[in-house]
């Protein structure tokens, strides 16, 4: 091979490389494994479903439900709010912690593992993965 065809095979094998823009699903159930720094607590269900502007789930305790709004890789979650029944201290303190979280997330990506990340300005992301039927 000529010195003249590398930049030519180089191009032709980082085409082949290419791959479409992943998509937020809409109307799937998304697990958090992840709230920031912390792993969910034991079998604790946290969850997020986004449907046509609306967003809702299960914070660990209580349902919680708002509104979001997505442009690309941005996404702003607002007029957050949840049921209210009480439960254990550790698990109410991991449902704050989701929910004030989500209310400061930015935008959006999934890793090289396919888990869906949620970005707050700054910090850890909180890590989901798609609920396995």
Known sequence: ???RMLPLVTALGLAGCA??????????TYIAEWIGDEPVIGRTAVSLTLSEGRAYGN???NHW????EQSGQQIRFGNLGSTRKLC???IMEQEHHFLDLLSRVERW???NIDQLRL???????LRLWPEQE
Not at 119 to 125: K, V
């Open 1 to 3: 091979m000529t010195l």
């Open 19 to 28: 791959t479409e823009p992943l998509e937020l699903q809409r109307d799937v």
């Open 59 to 61: 914070a660990g305790c």
């Open 65 to 68: 439900f708002g509104s979001y």
């Open 88 to 90: 254990p201290e550790e």
């Open 109 to 111: 990506d999934v890793s």
């Open 119 to 125: 970005w707050p300005a700054e910090g850890t992301p």
